[in-house]
């Protein structure tokens, strides 16, 4: 059976969450930054008032604040990205804005 674009796109989110999870199925913040880094290299472009996206992704999205991030919040991050990629595509600057 053939997979639709849209499946193989959300497959293709939860191969790259389990690659850098560890044993319990979750993301600690050195390989969350490094995921982020090597797959969406525009998200480590300071916002607009000076910060840096990554540094305060991990502290948003890690609400249950175990200082990992588990699927939820994985999703919820890529969730960010996909907004502040759709708004690159009407024109804004990269992390210029999104829920974070």
């Known amino acids: 059976m053939s997979s639709t674009q849209a499946e ?19 993301i600690d913040k050195p390989h969350l930054l ?15 008032k000076g910060r840096d996206y990554l540094a305060n992704a991990f502290e948003k999205k890690d609400k ?9 919040e994985y999703l919820s991050l890529m969730g960010d990205i996909a907004v502040d990629y759709h708004n690159q595509s009407h024109g804004a600057e990269p992390c210029s804005g999104g829920r974070q």
Request: proline share 5%.
């Open 64 to 72: 249950n604040g175990d200082k990992k991030i588990d699927f939820s």
């Open 8 to 26: 193989k796109s959300v497959m293709g989110m939860i191969d790259l969450f389990h690659e850098y999870t560890g044993r319990d199925d979750k």
């Open 34 to 48: 490094t995921m982020m880094r090597e797959n969406f290299p525009t998200s480590s472009v300071p916002d607009k």
